[in-house]
């Protein structure tokens, strides 16, 4: 008899170990869904704040080829004004026409063309 109760107090320690460790895995389980809900929470902000983003390069993309092609055309039209008035271009404005390698023919025609 001695040998069974033995047997079965060796269960019941296992069984109590046992459910020891299944609480703490429990425990565990749920700090880790805690934890998952936390990132899912903030991955979403982060993507939402990366789509804003994307939205406002866009945006400023649009603007800045908007704003060099009235640049361009400003260009154009000054440079038109200048041939036709008989004016002579300053120095500094050269250079940048220059440098854009817009030459005094190639500017007049896309002038014309506007």
Known sequence: ????????ARFSAALAKSSQLLNLLR????????????????????????????ADIDRHQTDHKSDAQDLVHLAGRLLALSQATGLEIDDTTKAVFRRRGWTSSSRHREAQKQ
């Not at 008899?1 to 079965?8: F, I, L, R, S, V």
Request: net charge negative; hydrophobic share 45%; charged share 30%.
């Open 27 to 54: 425990v565990q389980l749920r700090s880790q869904a805690v934890d998952i809900d936390h990132l899912a929470a903030e991955n979403a902000e982060k993507r939402a704040i990366i789509k804003s983003l994307r």
């Open 1 to 8: 008899m001695a040998g069974q109760h033995d047997a079965e």
